[in-house]
């Protein structure tokens, strides 16, 4: 049987899909001929054609406009057949931040993108293929269904499947429902079902019973029932959805993926010229913090948080495979948290190998000196700690389980050990007040040669997050986000089952302080390419060298043996008091050393902890090509969160 699979814009043109690489992997286990559609970068070739199209404005729809939801209004017109309000949307956009210049793109895509879709239908339904899936996640949704619309008009007898993030729990079974040329969605991890799924579609068209004296419907009918989580129709046309499994996969059963035909469809596109290509690798899924404490905004583990991780000899054999493979070093291991198991294990592996991989991991902020170092000789170039915010206060609020110091230690650490930090700072918790505030961003200043945030913005309400499930937290009037009106023209209870993100009243510090901290947070990232503060051991002294704006030194030397010993001490957040008792100087003495410190920006404080901001002087960022100071331009990492 042949299955096409397709990866629809908004995916990243860096990477090949990872969902449809395991899919694949699954069917042609099964004997079935699979073909992957990189249908993003069929967009990329045709919109180039036609407009000055560049990497910044794909960006812009794949991830920069995610809560605006512009990515999806682009498709909408094709989805429906007709265009939408673009006066609306233009004046939503606007109210959220897009420039004119977005905005009118924005509207100019919106009339263009028709004719790619219908282009692309045609082409899809002339593969002929028996199964036709569509991956989706984030602004894919409404890519993927204007071509599974006009491809079902060509193709009637396709069997049309969606899967993916945008397709768990509720999501999925309103997707189904409201889009009757959508034959099947995957809810939740497609190893089992989709193969399934291929199974009972062979068998009805071979027009074999599955089961003993049934007819093909019936059997097929019966075989779709017994998938778990699976969406369907009866021969009444009744859309049907069966409850998701009630365990997810042991991690034995998670696939690798194959990603044949990527780098040659990249190679012969125009986003070659944009992108250096990565691979994406998992090693695990759920996540093991939130098991026990979930994070209150986070909605990223869906409905399948229960952590699972692969061996440390399979995860450290699929990376060094597909790098053989596919003679690529650049990996993004999509785990939500790093498996502490693999630190011992596969990251002193990597280190010792004879590969110069380089790799980004998601991992909890709490990591050690040591700990930072052992991913930077890895090959970790990028790490996203899940700093999320500076005030202990609010960390707690959050249920992050660390403090302000702890997060402000990780930067200092990742950035001696070469590893950049990829964050965003958060704001809008029920609970949160202004003082929360206040005491951070009077020392940004002193921060700003650490890695500055990607942005501060308000918190979304994600569906899947406790601030989602559990209105007693403070959000308990709960709407579908506003563009998706937009998008779907639907009634509010669809857009209900549809939606993954949600409006609510506002909660924390109001929008004045808000854009004071996002000011903040700019003129750190404008400030950050230039600054400096590094210290080393000389001769028993500790020389300190800054570089910031808002301290009028540039040398400091530590030579008195006491407080040298503060200053390593200070290497982990402690209170004044620990500092006393674990030095023996009196408290008066401790409070002269703290506060002198302070006035210098060498101590961040916050909950009655310190703990000094000085990086490593032969830390690796220092020696990596590019870095400059006085003012050069220098690359800033950013990160969507």
Same mark, same amino acid.
């Given at each position: 049987?042949?299955?096409?699979?397709?990866?629809?814009?908004?995916?990243?043109?860096?990477?090949?899909?990872?969902?449809?690489?395991?899919?694949?992997?699954?069917?042609?286990?099964?004997?079935?001929?699979?073909?992957?559609?990189?249908?993003?970068?069929?967009?990329?070739?045709?919109?180039?054609?036609?407009?000055?199209?560049?990497?910044?404005?794909? %960006?812009?729809?794949?991830?920069?406009?995610?809560?605006?939801?512009?990515?999806?209004?682009?498709?909408?017109?094709?989805?429906?057949?007709?265009?939408?309000?673009?006066?609306?949307?233009?004046?939503?956009?606007?109210?959220?931040?897009?420039?004119?210049?977005?905005?009118?793109?924005?509207?100019?895509?919106?009339?263009?993108?028709?004719?790619?879709?219908?282009?692309?239908?045609?082409?899809?339904?002339?593969?002929?293929?028996?199964?036709?899936?569509? %991956?989706?996640?984030?602004?894919?949704?409404?890519?993927?269904?204007?071509?599974?619309?006009?491809?079902?008009?060509?193709?009637?007898?396709?069997?049309?499947?969606?899967?993916?993030?945008?397709?768990?729990?509720?999501?999925?079974?309103?997707?189904?429902?409201?889009?009757?040329?959508?034959?099947?969605?995957?809810?939740?991890?497609?190893? %089992?079902?989709?193969?399934?799924?291929?199974?009972?579609?062979?068998?009805?068209?071979?027009?074999?019973?599955?089961?003993?004296?049934?007819?093909?419907?019936?059997?097929?009918?019966?075989?779709?029932?017994?998938?778990?989580?699976?969406?369907?129709?009866?021969?009444?046309?009744?859309?049907?959805?069966?409850?998701?499994?009630?365990?997810?996969?042991?991690?034995?059963?998670?696939?690798?993926?194959?990603?044949?035909?990527?780098?040659?469809?990249?190679?012969?596109?125009?986003?070659?010229?944009?992108?250096?290509?990565?691979?994406?690798?998992?090693?695990?899924?759920?996540?093991?913090?939130?098991?026990?404490?979930?994070?209150?905004?986070?909605?990223?583990?869906?409905?399948?948080?229960?952590?699972?991780?692969?061996?440390?000899?399979?995860?450290?054999?699929?990376?060094?495979?597909?790098?053989?493979?596919?003679?690529?070093?650049?990996?993004?291991?999509?785990?939500?948290?790093?498996?502490?198991?693999?630190?011992?294990?596969?990251?002193?592996?990597?280190?010792?190998?004879?590969?110069?991989?380089?790799?980004?991991?998601?991992?909890?902020?709490?990591?050690?000196?040591?700990?930072?170092?052992?991913?930077?000789?890895?090959?970790?170039?990028?790490?996203?700690?899940?700093?999320?915010?500076?005030?202990?206060?609010?960390?707690?609020?959050?249920?992050?389980?660390?403090?302000?110091?702890?997060?402000?230690?990780?930067?200092?650490?990742?950035?001696?050990?070469?590893?950049?930090?990829?964050?965003?700072?958060?704001?809008?918790?029920?609970?949160?007040?202004?003082?929360?505030?206040?005491?951070?961003?009077?020392?940004?200043?002193?921060?700003?040669?650490?890695?500055?945030?990607?942005?501060?913005?308000?918190?979304?309400?994600?569906?899947?997050?406790?601030?989602?499930?559990?209105?007693?937290?403070?959000?308990?009037?709960?709407?579908?986000?506003?563009?998706?009106?937009?998008?779907?023209?639907?009634?509010?209870?669809?857009?209900?089952?549809?939606?993954?993100?949600?409006?609510?009243?506002?909660?924390?510090?109001?929008?004045?302080?808000?854009?004071?901290?996002?000011?903040?947070?700019?003129?750190?990232?404008?400030?950050?390419?230039?600054?400096?503060? %590094?210290?080393?051991?000389?001769?028993?002294?500790?020389?300190?060298?800054?570089?910031?704006?808002?301290?009028?030194?540039?040398?400091?030397?530590?030579?008195?043996?006491?407080?040298?010993?503060?200053?390593?001490?200070?290497?982990?957040?402690?209170?004044?008091?620990?500092?006393?008792?674990?030095?023996?100087?009196?408290?008066?003495?401790?409070?002269?050393?703290?506060?002198?410190?302070?006035?210098?920006?060498?101590?961040?404080?916050?909950?009655?902890?310190?703990?000094?901001?000085?990086?490593?002087?032969?830390?690796?960022?220092?020696?990596?090509?590019?870095?400059?100071?006085?003012?050069?331009?220098?690359?800033?990492?950013?990160?969507?969160?």
């Amino acid at each position: 049987m042949k299955v096409l699979l397709v990866n629809m814009p908004w995916g990243s043109v860096e990477v090949p899909s990872l969902a449809l690489g395991i899919l694949r992997t699954a069917a042609e286990a099964r004997g079935h001929e699979v073909l992957v559609r990189e249908a993003n970068l069929d967009f990329v070739d045709w919109i180039t054609e036609r407009t000055p199209f560049t990497l910044d404005d794909y %960006t812009y729809y794949a991830t920069n406009s995610y809560f605006q939801g512009a990515g999806d209004w682009v498709f909408s017109g094709a989805l429906h057949g007709s265009p939408g309000d673009a006066d609306a949307f233009s004046r939503f956009l606007a109210r959220h931040g897009a420039s004119p210049d977005e905005t009118a793109m924005t509207r100019a895509l919106h009339g263009l993108v028709p004719e790619f879709t219908a282009r692309l239908a045609a082409e899809l339904a002339a593969e002929q293929a028996d199964v036709v899936g569509f %991956t989706t996640t984030f602004q894919q949704n409404t890519a993927a269904l204007a071509a599974a619309r006009l491809l079902k008009e060509l193709a009637p007898g396709t069997h049309v499947v969606f899967g993916g993030a945008n397709c768990d729990g509720e999501m999925g079974a309103a997707l189904h429902r409201c889009f009757p040329f959508v034959d099947h969605v995957v809810r939740g991890e497609g190893e %089992t079902a989709f193969p399934a799924l291929l199974d009972a579609v062979a068998g009805l068209r071979a027009g074999a019973g599955l089961r003993a004296g049934a007819g093909p419907e019936a059997a097929y009918e019966s075989a779709l029932a017994g998938i778990a989580g699976l969406c369907w129709r009866d021969r009444s046309g009744a859309a049907r959805a069966q409850p998701m499994a009630g365990r997810p996969l042991p991690p034995g059963e998670i696939l690798a993926p194959s990603y044949e035909g990527f780098f040659e469809r990249l190679d012969a596109s125009a986003a070659a010229q944009w992108v250096q290509p990565k691979l994406l690798v998992e090693g695990s899924r759920g996540c093991w913090w939130g098991e026990k404490h979930h994070c209150t905004f986070c909605g990223l583990n869906g409905s399948s948080m229960e952590f699972r991780s692969k061996s440390p000899d399979r995860f450290h054999a699929e990376l060094l495979d597909l790098a053989a493979r596919f003679q690529v070093l650049d990996f993004v291991v999509v785990d939500n948290i790093l498996d502490m198991g693999y630190f011992d294990t596969v990251l002193r592996r990597l280190a010792e190998g004879e590969y110069d991989v380089r790799l980004h991991f998601e991992v909890k902020s709490n990591l050690r000196k040591h700990q930072f170092r052992m991913l930077g000789d890895a090959g970790a170039v990028m790490v996203q700690p899940g700093i999320e915010s500076l005030s202990t206060r609010v960390l707690k609020l959050m249920d992050k389980g660390v403090t302000g110091c702890q997060n402000v230690r990780a930067l200092r650490d990742a950035q001696s050990a070469g590893v950049s930090a990829c964050w965003n700072y958060l704001y809008g918790f029920p609970g949160e007040a202004p003082e929360d505030y206040r005491g951070v961003l009077a020392q940004m200043p002193l921060l700003h040669h650490l890695e500055p945030p990607a942005g501060a913005s308000r918190i979304a309400i994600e569906r899947f997050s406790p601030y989602f499930d559990r209105p007693e937290l403070g959000f308990a009037d709960l709407r579908p986000a506003p563009q998706y009106a937009e998008v779907y023209r639907l009634p509010e209870e669809e857009l209900a089952g549809l939606a993954y993100l949600f409006a609510a009243e506002p909660r924390g510090i109001g929008d004045d302080l808000g854009a004071e901290l996002g000011a903040a947070v700019e003129a750190w990232r404008a400030e950050h390419p230039a600054c400096r503060l %590094t210290w080393q051991e000389a001769g028993g002294r500790i020389v300190l060298v800054s570089r910031r704006p808002a301290y009028d030194w540039t040398v400091h030397e530590l030579a008195d043996p006491a407080e040298t010993a503060l200053f390593r001490l200070l290497e982990q957040p402690r209170t004044a008091a620990v500092l006393g008792a674990k030095s023996g100087l009196p408290a008066e003495r401790v409070r002269a050393v703290l506060d002198r410190w302070t006035g210098l920006g060498l101590l961040f404080h916050e909950n009655g902890g310190y703990v000094h901001v000085a990086v490593e002087a032969d830390n690796q960022a220092l020696l990596r090509p590019g870095h400059r100071h006085h003012g050069e331009e220098q690359r800033s990492a950013a990160c969507v969160g």
